[in-house]
T-cell receptor, first 118, second 111 residues
């Protein structure tokens, strides 16, 4: 399978619990992005990794959110002390270096993890 | 104010119609402009991208960017029921460190 995969696909949790999502990018892609999408809205940028370095992080992200990409391969997004407002689809996307594509970056999205906080 | 504004629709058209989808933006630093299609419960998939101002055509799809007006459009000719989906515009600066998406326009093409 050469696509972006995300696990789990669905997660139901109780308010106050911690949750962790995993994203496996396309193997040769060095860039990885996390987004949050709520119903009727477009994806909202959360954070960006180039290899293992987290180079961009949204100001909207509270301290309860953290992301890692050890060894520049898969990535995890953790939400601590979940709140009902965290209920959303969490999308991961990966891309290769724009310099390898004539200056353009094409993101490939995974199917997302749908989080429901009760 | 959001950096990217997009009419949410929904937009309902008969099969074969020409569809026009639009976005406006406020950040003049945006250089790359993209259109994505998203089906229900799926991740977005890239349709087209344009660098700076101008037009780009790919089959039944034409993307236009007017940087002076901070306005981008996607035209779909001979629309098909299979085009029914949510269309998202997205934008980025030169370094692709961050992407800004519109809220999406839901399109329904009736047979």
């Amino acid at each position: 399978d050469t696509g972006v995969s995300q696990n789990p696909r669905h997660k139901i949790t109780k308010r106050g619990q911690n949750v962790t999502f995993r994203c496996d990018p396309i193997s040769e892609h060095n860039r990885l992005y996390w987004y949050r999408q709520t119903l009727g809205q477009g994806p909202e940028f959360l954070t960006y990794f180039q290899n293992e370095a987290q180079l961009e992080k949204s100001r909207l992200l509270s301290d309860r959110f953290s992301a890692e990409r050890p060894k520049g391969s898969f990535s995890t997004l953790e939400i601590q002390r979940t709140e009902q407002g965290d209920s959303a689809m969490y999308l991961c996307a990966s891309s290769d270096d724009p310099r390898d594509r004539g200056g353009y970056n094409e993101q490939f999205f995974g199917p997302g993890t749908r989080l429901t906080v009760l | 104010q959001k950096e990217v504004e997009q009419d949410p629709g929904p937009l309902s058209v008969p099969e074969g119609a020409i569809v026009s989808l639009n976005c406006t933006y406020s950040n003049s630093a945006f250089q790359y402009f993209m259109w994505y299609r998203q089906y229900s419960r799926k991740g977005p998939e890239l349709l087209m991208y344009t660098y700076s101002s101008g037009n780009k055509e790919d089959g039944r799809f034409t993307a236009q960017v007017d940087k002076s007006s901070k306005y981008i459009s996607l035209f779909i000719r001979d629309s098909q029921p299979s085009d029914s989906a949510t269309y998202l515009c997205a934008m980025s600066r030169y370094n692709f460190n961050k992407f800004y998406f519109g809220s999406g326009t839901k399109l329904n093409v009736k047979p």
